[in-house]
């Protein structure tokens, strides 16, 4: 897969510290081992001029207080909190001052988020996707990206989970549904 740099976007989500560092609230050894092949991506992407998008899940601590029914807190307690070492993208990757960082408050980085007008006002149309986890941020992330006609692609090999049978099952999905599945040696800048 070629990622134009007039037409292509890598979007890294929630690679932040809650999730891929071990003291992290949310650490899964999975997403800290997806790091190194998402940074080697991040790099490649720059060197070539082609745009980075940084999702960040950031949660206010009350802002499941008044939840009728999504409360991400009920389901995996306390995390990534405005404004806390957690909700930090990780030290290595390089989130450069024209890289877009998208700070959401669920799972799907185009809810109730600028992200669909930044990448239209772009000409944005093929977005490679990597980060973590999955099953869940990545899978609704970029299952949102294919409803809203962007070709969603996943790079495999930096995808982090919590469980490699998630991680199969998220990206046996993609394929099947709304996207496409491809090793970080298979895409090109």
């Known amino acids: 897969m070629h990622a134009d740099s007039d037409s292509a976007a890598l979007v890294v989500v929630d690679m932040q510290n809650g999730f891929c560092h071990p003291d992290g ?8 081992d997806a790091v190194d092949p998402v940074a080697e991506l991040v790099d ?10 940084f999702t960040r899940d950031v949660h206010p601590p009350e802002q499941f207080a008044d939840a009728h029914y999504y409360d991400e807190f009920e389901q995996w307690g306390e995390h990534v909190l405005e404004g806390s070492w957690d909700a930090q993208v990780v030290d290595e990757l390089d989130v450069h001052d024209d890289d877009h960082v998208v700070e959401k408050h669920t799972y799907d980085a185009f809810h109730d988020t600028e992200l669909d007008g930044w990448l239209s006002a772009r000409g944005i149309d093929d977005l490679l996707f990597c980060g973590t986890l999955a099953n869940v941020c990545v899978l609704h992330t970029a299952g949102s990206a294919g409803l809203r006609d962007y070709r969603p692609v996943m790079v495999e090999d930096a995808i982090g989970a919590i469980e ?3 991680k199969e099952y998220a990206l046996e999905h993609a394929d099947w549904l709304f996207g496409e599945v491809v090793d970080s040696s298979d895409v090109t800048f």
Not at 25 to 32: D, I, N, R, T, W
Not at 44 to 53: E, I, M, P, S, T
């Open 164 to 166: 490699a049978d998630h």
């Open 25 to 32: 609230s949310l650490y899964a050894p999975g997403s800290e």
């Open 44 to 53: 490649r992407a720059h060197d070539a001029g082609v745009r980075v998008v």
